[in-house]
């Protein structure tokens, strides 16, 4: 089974902090991805990448950064967080074909105060 | 217009009955069309995933896609109380693009 890990399940941040969110999938996976979650909006696309090094900004790119290093893991960037930065964040990954499924993790849910 | 719509429920059911739920689209790029289920607390779980127009059955679970109407559906049978969660329709183009999804319907299965 594909395993997409979310380091932190609840977190709580102050306003203009850097957060950093932590994902790791053991799947050997080219594609990863980060969405964050809000009541009555759904699922938005933050940012994902498709290879080490490499990002493509998602649909609400602003406010936020990303790194990958290595192949297994994605992480996201708050830069200088704030109250509207308050959701759910969920990571995905796939492998190479797009014929593939995205896999999630659980979620971290961020408030920011 | 939104690119993919999805009455946000809530449905309640018996249990016992079959569950029909759907999204239509307006992308007509769209290829690939998943639905996932997330419970409370929890991640979406990949539930099925199907490639243009036809069906899909596994278990209780079918999905149908109808390309030319833009429609998609889910329908669950003989439905369980643990079927009850929010249900996410998502869809994408080719390559190794993000998800669209919809908003996902709550769904309650009554015991």
């Known amino acids: 089974d594909v395993k997409v890990t979310q380091s932190s399940r609840y977190l709580v941040k102050r306003t203009g902090e850097k957060v950093f969110l932590e994902c790791v999938q053991d799947?050997?996976?080219?594609?990863m991805f980060w969405y964050r979650q809000d009541p009555g909006l759904g699922l938005r696309l933050i940012y994902f990448?498709?290879?080490?090094?490499?990002?493509e900004k998602g649909d609400i790119p602003e406010g936020y950064s990303v790194s990958r290093e290595k192949k297994e893991r994605f992480s996201l960037i708050l830069e200088s967080a704030s109250t509207n930065q308050t959701s759910m964040y969920l990571c995905?990954?796939?492998?190479?074909?797009?014929?593939?499924?995205?896999?999630f993790g659980d979620g971290t849910r961020l408030s920011i105060l | 217009q939104k690119e993919v719509e999805q009455d946000p429920g809530p449905l309640s059911v018996p249990e016992g009955a079959i569950v029909s739920l759907n999204c239509t689209y307006s992308?007509?790029?769209?290829?690939?069309f998943m639905w996932y289920r997330q419970y409370s607390r929890k991640g979406p779980e990949l539930l099925m995933y199907?490639?243009?127009?036809g069906n899909k059955e596994d278990g209780r679970f079918t999905a149908q896609v109808d390309k030319s109407s833009k429609y998609i559906s889910l329908f669950i049978r003989d439905s369980q109380p643990s079927d009850s969660a929010t249900y996410l329709c998502?869809?994408?183009?080719?390559?190794?693009?993000?998800?669209?999804f919809g908003k996902g319907t709550h769904l309650i299965i009554q015991p």
């Open positions: 990448s498709y290879d080490v090094k490499m990002k």
């Open positions: 799947m050997d996976h080219e594609n």
């Open positions: 995905a990954s796939f492998s190479g074909g797009s014929n593939q499924p995205q896999h």
């Open positions: 998502a869809m994408k183009g080719g390559g190794a693009d993000g998800l669209t």
């Open positions: 199907t490639y243009s127009s």
């Open positions: 992308n007509s790029a769209f290829q690939y």
